[in-house]
């Protein structure tokens, strides 16, 4: 039985539990429900959460270990390999073999029995998966295809294990419920348990998820800086990764070139978008409003690959032929200047939006004051709105920046992908986030320097943004305005 399907068995079940608990607590009170401690439909979600909760939880616990578990059993099989890399290579050999011979099964071209007489030698086995759309890089061997075999074996064990287990745990959660309806039972204190419980849980995710993704950065960077390096790493002023060895993993050629796009973007998008948010909030009619600010909303939800074909068809060329070639300062449409004009662009509803926002939240009070004091609207704006909006100005340029440090396709349309420190804008440079892509791009070794270097980027651009964090709320918190 798949997930999707066994999950929703669960829910059924659960709902029959829901109908049964209501059925149950009118029959204990004997016709008057007013003798229950709780609703009827208290009691009813009782028997719901006690039947589906349980089950679904054991699902995701299973769907966790599962994996872990089966690898270790099939690893043992491909005794032939030693490095870190081959084996994981074998591995998605196992998994791919594996996954061919289940649809092989499925279409009805092979029979259990068939798949267990399968041998390397006695058929092309790449032919045969092929059928079933599965891609094989090279010749299978026998050993991986033992390895298939009891993944595939051990995983549909595991299969109807868990729908078992998950099956007879509701329905031993429904019978439990059941049993507890009483007219005494404080079904309502139950299910107010479990909402809080749901509302701790969500707000624990969003905490857990950053621990995991600063868990996972910092081990593999560890892995690297123990293969690689540190001082070359922080200190070199070169990038040129080779994968058949003798790199040289330099970080500061990408993070200029980040910080130099990001900050041409921000230097066109912040002083547009914010000059917009003003007019909008303060100068705009209401029909102006109506219509500008949905345009300028739409620029948010245009895809980035649009905005690299933009810059490489139109913006590149443009700037090469009327700015660059003239003054003498480069021949490529692919630069600095490029991707920074059209990341500008693109954050313009980033700041203006959202500033827009926080300037309407200001009070009119303090408008009134200030135009009771004698002032005029820009004076009232300059000395009045903007400082009161300071803190969520701050934020939406702040936004605005992480959104410019993390972008990648303008990037690679927009400004090539040459790692190079030079204070040109119309020369071609690349960012950190591009180089991650790179670096985890294609057939390589994964326990390689060259490969494992994009984590050390990414805890690096964590870092970066951290402190980008850090000063913005001293910023905030320095020159803020204080209102009762």
């Given at each position: 039985m798949s997930i999707g399907l066994l999950v929703i068995v669960i829910v059924l079940i659960a709902a029959a539990g829901f109908l049964a608990g209501r059925a149950r607590a009118r029959r204990a009170s004997e016709g008057?429900?007013?003798?229950?401690?709780?609703?009827?439909?208290?009691?009813?979600?009782?028997?719901?959460?006690?039947?589906?909760?349980?089950?679904?939880?054991?699902?995701?616990?299973?769907?966790?270990?599962?994996?872990?578990?089966?690898?270790?059993?099939?690893?043992?099989?491909?005794?032939?390999?030693?490095?870190?890399?081959?084996?994981?290579?074998?591995?998605?050999?196992?998994?791919?073999?594996?996954?061919?011979?289940?649809r092989l099964v499925a279409q009805g071209d092979l029979s259990e029995a068939a798949v267990a007489g399968l041998s390397v030698e006695g058929t092309d086995l790449r032919r045969?998966?092929?059928?079933?759309?599965?891609?094989?890089?090279?010749?299978?061997?026998?050993?991986?295809?033992?390895?298939?075999?009891?993944?595939?074996?051990?995983?549909?064990?595991?299969?109807?294990?868990?729908?078992?287990?998950?099956?007879?745990?509701?329905?031993?959660?429904?019978?439990?419920?059941?049993?507890?309806?009483?007219?005494?039972?404080?079904?309502?204190?139950?299910?107010?348990?479990?909402?809080?419980?749901?509302?701790i849980g969500s707000s624990l995710i969003a905490v857990m998820t950053t621990f995991g993704i600063v868990a996972s950065l910092l081990v593999e960077s560890i892995h690297f800086f123990s293969l690689y390096p540190a001082r070359d790493f922080f200190f070199n002023l070169t990038w040129n990764p080779q994968f058949g060895g003798g790199s040289s993993l330099g970080i500061w050629p990408l993070l200029w070139g980040t910080l130099y796009i990001s900050f041409v973007a921000l230097l066109f998008a912040v002083p547009v978008g914010l000059l917009s948010a003003v007019y909008l909030s303060e100068y705009a009619t209401r029909r102006m409003r109506a219509f500008v600010k949905p345009a300028i909303e739409v620029l948010a939800g245009i895809p980035t690959i649009v905005?690299?074909?933009?810059?490489?068809?139109?913006?590149?060329?443009?700037?090469?032929?009327?700015?660059?070639?003239?003054?003498?300062?480069?021949?490529?449409?692919?630069?600095?200047?490029?991707a920074g004009l059209v990341m500008g662009i693109m954050l313009i509803p980033f700041?203006?939006?959202?500033?827009?926002?926080?300037?309407?939240?200001?009070?009119q009070s303090l408008r009134d004051g200030s135009y009771g004091l004698g002032a005029t609207q820009s004076?009232?704006?300059?000395?009045?709105?903007?400082?009161?909006?300071?803190?969520?100005?701050v934020g939406a340029i702040l936004l605005a920046?992480?959104?410019?440090?993390?972008?990648?396709?303008?990037?690679?349309?927009?400004?090539?992908?040459?790692?190079?420190?030079?204070?040109?804008?119309?020369?071609?440079?690349?960012?950190?986030?591009?180089?991650?892509?790179?670096?985890?791009?294609?057939?390589?070794?994964?326990?390689?320097p060259e490969t494992l270097v994009a984590f050390a980027l990414g805890m690096a651009l964590f870092v970066f943004t951290l402190m980008l964090n850090i000063v913005a709320l001293y910023v905030v918190r320095r020159y803020r305005e204080q209102y009762e």
């Amino acid at each position: 039985m798949s997930i999707g399907l066994l999950v929703i068995v669960i829910v059924l079940i659960a709902a029959a539990g829901f109908l049964a608990g209501r059925a149950r607590a009118r029959r204990a009170s004997e016709g008057d429900t007013r003798a229950l401690h709780s609703l009827v439909g208290f009691h009813g979600q009782a028997v719901f959460l006690f039947t589906a909760v349980p089950a679904l939880l054991l699902i995701a616990v299973w769907l966790l270990v599962q994996p872990a578990v089966i690898a270790e059993r099939v690893t043992g099989l491909l005794a032939s390999e030693r490095s870190e890399g081959a084996l994981n290579l074998a591995l998605g050999d196992v998994h791919r073999v594996a996954a061919g011979l289940d649809r092989l099964v499925a279409q009805g071209d092979l029979s259990e029995a068939a798949v267990a007489g399968l041998s390397v030698e006695g058929t092309d086995l790449r032919r045969t998966l092929g059928t079933a759309g599965v891609a094989v890089a090279g010749r299978v061997r026998g050993e991986v295809l033992t390895a298939a075999r009891e993944y595939r074996r051990l995983t549909h064990l595991s299969a109807r294990a868990m729908t078992i287990a998950a099956i007879a745990l509701a329905l031993a959660g429904l019978g439990f419920s059941l049993a507890r309806i009483t007219v005494e039972f404080r079904a309502r204190n139950v299910s107010e348990r479990f909402v809080l419980m749901l509302f701790i849980g969500s707000s624990l995710i969003a905490v857990m998820t950053t621990f995991g993704i600063v868990a996972s950065l910092l081990v593999e960077s560890i892995h690297f800086f123990s293969l690689y390096p540190a001082r070359d790493f922080f200190f070199n002023l070169t990038w040129n990764p080779q994968f058949g060895g003798g790199s040289s993993l330099g970080i500061w050629p990408l993070l200029w070139g980040t910080l130099y796009i990001s900050f041409v973007a921000l230097l066109f998008a912040v002083p547009v978008g914010l000059l917009s948010a003003v007019y909008l909030s303060e100068y705009a009619t209401r029909r102006m409003r109506a219509f500008v600010k949905p345009a300028i909303e739409v620029l948010a939800g245009i895809p980035t690959i649009v905005y690299g074909l933009f810059a490489l068809v139109t913006v590149g060329p443009f700037l090469r032929d009327f700015f660059a070639q003239p003054m003498g300062l480069g021949t490529s449409s692919s630069s600095v200047m490029t991707a920074g004009l059209v990341m500008g662009i693109m954050l313009i509803p980033f700041v203006s939006s959202l500033s827009d926002d926080i300037i309407n939240a200001v009070p009119q009070s303090l408008r009134d004051g200030s135009y009771g004091l004698g002032a005029t609207q820009s004076e009232t704006v300059k000395q009045v709105i903007l400082p009161a909006a300071l803190p969520g100005i701050v934020g939406a340029i702040l936004l605005a920046a992480s959104r410019a440090i993390g972008e990648t396709m303008i990037v690679v349309m927009g400004a090539g992908a040459a790692a190079r420190m030079s204070v040109n804008p119309f020369e071609a440079m690349t960012t950190i986030t591009v180089k991650i892509v790179s670096q985890l791009t294609g057939d390589t070794e994964f326990a390689s320097p060259e490969t494992l270097v994009a984590f050390a980027l990414g805890m690096a651009l964590f870092v970066f943004t951290l402190m980008l964090n850090i000063v913005a709320l001293y910023v905030v918190r320095r020159y803020r305005e204080q209102y009762e």
